[in-house]
């Protein structure tokens, strides 16, 4: 495991585990950990990873913004509300978000403990979302008179439906594991123990697939925005991009010789 102070990114056959790094408030997320993870992100980039798995040290996935964060510069919100100073979400917090959906590989989460606020969003981010039994999440804005960010208004109807959607979000109740399961907001629930094997597994498998798996995600990703005949025409550009891959040329070699693929993610 490499430490980027705040974040640690290991690379492990393929995978770019990276996991949040400040046990001692639950992984809340401050201004060094902001720093760490865009180094982080410039060096997955930078790499030959095809999977990308989030996850966090210690007993939580990510709590949060911190809202006691020390390293924390001065702001202003009134200069924030008249557009002279941007905001945190203007400035990490969303073009993160954004970075972690642009990706050209999948991204898996590991959720092994408390994915609050924030860190919910951050969970949510990923293509294929595992979760501890004794993990939960929580929209714990109105608790503190904030709204939910990080794009949680954006998903959580596409996930749980409306009426989800607004109860966690105004009464900021904790969701347990198993219940976000049964709404399909995780594909998968593991004992504790077992949850990083699992997850390790999965993204292993992701990351020996085909290139086609990140044009996969971008589609699925782009299909909650687009009408029916745009997705129809992305999925035609897209299949000529596919087809044009080695991954494909081996695909298709390994179905004639009646042989497993190996593919380069080429």
């Known amino acids: 495991m490499t430490s980027n102070g705040k974040m640690d990114l290991r690379f492990d056959e393929g995978v770019a585990v990276l996991a949040f790094n400040d046990p001692a408030v639950l992984n809340a997320i401050g201004h060094r950990m902001r720093e760490d993870f865009s180094a982080a992100l410039d060096r997955i980039e930078a790499s030959d990873a095809r999977c990308i798995l989030?996850?966090?040290?210690?007993?939580?996935?990510c709590s949060g913004a911190n809202l006691n964060d020390p390293d924390r510069p001065p702001r202003d919100r009134e200069a924030e509300a008249r557009g002279e100073q941007e905001s945190d979400l203007e400035g990490w917090y969303n073009p993160t978000l954004e970075r972690l959906r642009a990706s050209s590989v999948p991204v898996v989460s590991a959720v092994n403990g408390v994915a609050a606020g924030i860190g919910m969003s951050f969970a949510l981010s990923a293509d294929i979302r595992i979760a501890a039994r004794s993990g939960y999440f929580l929209q714990a804005f109105a608790r503190i008179g904030l709204v939910p960010d990080g794009g949680a208004t954006w998903?959580?109807?596409?996930?749980?439906?409306?009426?989800?959607?607004?109860?966690?979000?105004?009464?900021?109740?904790?969701?347990?594991?198993?219940?976000?399961?049964?709404?399909?907001?995780?594909?998968?629930?593991?004992d504790d123990e077992a949850l990083m094997d699992e997850a390790m597994a999965m993204a292993r498998r992701l990351a020996a697939g085909p290139a086609a798996l990140g044009m996969i995600r971008k589609l699925y990703w782009q299909s909650l925005e687009n009408g029916y005949a745009a997705q129809l025409k992305l999925e035609a550009d897209t299949q000529t991009s596919a087809g044009r891959t080695r991954d494909y040329e081996e695909g298709v070699a390994a179905f004639r010789e009646k042989r497993q693929a190996v593919f380069t993610g080429r």
């Open 54 to 61: 989030l996850t966090g040290n210690g007993r939580a996935f």
């Open 155 to 190: 998903i959580l109807p596409r996930l749980v439906g409306m009426a989800r959607a607004m109860e966690l979000s105004m009464l900021a109740e904790r969701l347990p594991a198993e219940t976000a399961l049964e709404w399909g907001m995780v594909n998968r629930v593991v």
